[in-house]
Nanobody, 126 residues
Framework: QVQLVESGGGLVQAGGSLRLSCAAS????????MGWFRQAPGKERDIVAGISLSGRNTYYADSVKGRFTVFRDNAKNTVYLQMNGLKTEDTAVYYC???????????????????WGQGTQVTVSS
């Protein structure tokens, strides 16, 4: 089992920044690709960003490219999502996810991930 705990969500004005953190425990963190997903009311849970085991490979949804950065610290068992230039359409519950992998690629589907955090709310006001 892997336990994931997100933090860092909150209310921010459009154009502002937030950094989400996801602390993992329970298994060897460096064996897991990590993803950040988000779900707005009435919408599907979609991937925002992902990062491979080593951190060398990343993926970003088109809607966040150039504004969000995902990075990980394997020594601290933590993955981060730096969000800059926030827009009202970024408002959602953000979830951290861990997916066991034997390669250094990033999964972009929910089915690529085995464990999920409880989510943290991000609200961007206009």
């Amino acid at each position: 089992q892997v336990q994931l705990v997100e933090s860092g969500g909150g209310l921010v004005q459009a154009g502002g920044s937030l950094r989400l953190s996801c602390a993992a425990s329970g298994r060897t963190f460096s064996n897991y690709a990590m993803g950040w997903f988000r779900q707005a009311p009435g919408k599907e849970r979609d991937i925002v960003a992902g990062i491979s085991l080593s951190g060398r490979n990343t993926y970003y949804a088109d809607s966040v490219k150039g504004r969000f950065t995902v990075f990980r610290d394997n020594a601290k068992n933590t993955v981060y999502l730096q969000m800059n230039g926030l827009k009202t359409e970024d408002t959602a519950v953000y979830y951290c996810a861990a997916g066991h992998r034997l390669d250094d690629y990033v999964g972009i589907r929910r089915s690529n991930y085995d464990y999920w955090g409880q989510g943290t709310q991000v609200t961007v006001s206009s």
